[in-house]
């Protein structure tokens, strides 16, 4: 999170349910979420390619990266870089696990 903006966790979804290097696509309060988990690590950002725009959701998910499946961009999960590529970084929104769920903030206001 950056700036001065203020970030609120939203129940997202339950632990149990997410597959490992399987991407899970949600809007939460307008907000395009991609959530993927790898063993006990669990990261979230927006599902939009900074490229084009494009959906990350069917996107490969490996060692930490997703890949973009419009035209190949890959991006770091941890902190949204793009590797090896020119465009600018995904937007990463901080996880919590809360009773076997896992939360997310996102900022206030309209994506
Ligand atoms: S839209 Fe993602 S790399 Fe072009």
């Known amino acids: ?26 809007a939460i309060e307008g907000w395009p979420v991609l959530i993927c988990r790898s063993g006990n690590e669990i990261r979230a950002v927006i599902n939009r390619c900074t490229h084009a725009i494009a959906e990350l959701a069917s996107g490969r998910v490996r ?3 997703v890949i973009c499946p419009l035209h190949g ?3 770091e999960l941890a902190s949204g870089k793009c ?8 937007q990463v929104f901080e996880t919590r696990i809360a009773a076997d ?4 903030a996102l900022p206030d206001g309209k994506p």
């Open 1 to 26: 999170m950056t700036g001065n903006s203020t970030a609120r966790f939203h129940r997202a979804a339950a632990v149990n349910d997410l597959v490992d290097d399987i991407p899970l696509a949600l």
């Open 101 to 104: 769920w896992v939360e997310v």
């Open 83 to 90: 590797i090896g590529g020119p465009y600018l970084p995904l």
């Open 73 to 75: 961009a890959r991006f």
């Open 63 to 65: 060692r930490g990266h």
